[in-house]
Nanobody
């Protein structure tokens, strides 16, 4: 079993920055990928960013490119999401997810709230 715990959410003014962290623990493993998803009130969960563990290739949804940066610490099994130039439309619960074998994100955290005020 893999446990996933997010931290770092909060309230910030538009234009500000936040850094989210996600630590995965449990059985010894090296995941295929880790990702951040987000869900705004009344909307479906959507992909935000992902990183391939081996090699560090990153992927972003178009609306966050140039503002968000996903990174990882392989020694700590931790992934980060640096969010800059935040906009009110970035307000959402942000979820971290783990894909162990390249077949989908099976393990999810509880989510952390990010609120951007205008």
């Amino acid at each position: 079993q893999v446990q996933v715990v997010e931290s770092g959410g909060g309230l910030v003014q538009a234009g500000g920055s936040l850094r989210l962290s996600c630590a995965a623990s449990g059985r010894t493993y090296s995941p295929y990928a880790m990702a951040w998803f987000r869900q705004a009130p009344g909307k479906e969960r959507e992909f935000a960013a992902a990183i391939i563990w081996s090699g560090g290739t990153t992927y972003y949804r178009d609306s966050v490119k140039g503002r968000f940066t996903i990174s990882r610490d392989t020694a700590k099994n931790t992934v980060y999401l640096q969010m800059n130039s935040l906009k009110p439309e970035d307000t959402a619960v942000y979820f971290c997810a783990v894909d162990l074998q390249g077949i989908g994100y099976k393990y999810w955290g509880q989510g952390t709230q990010v609120t951007v005020s205008s």
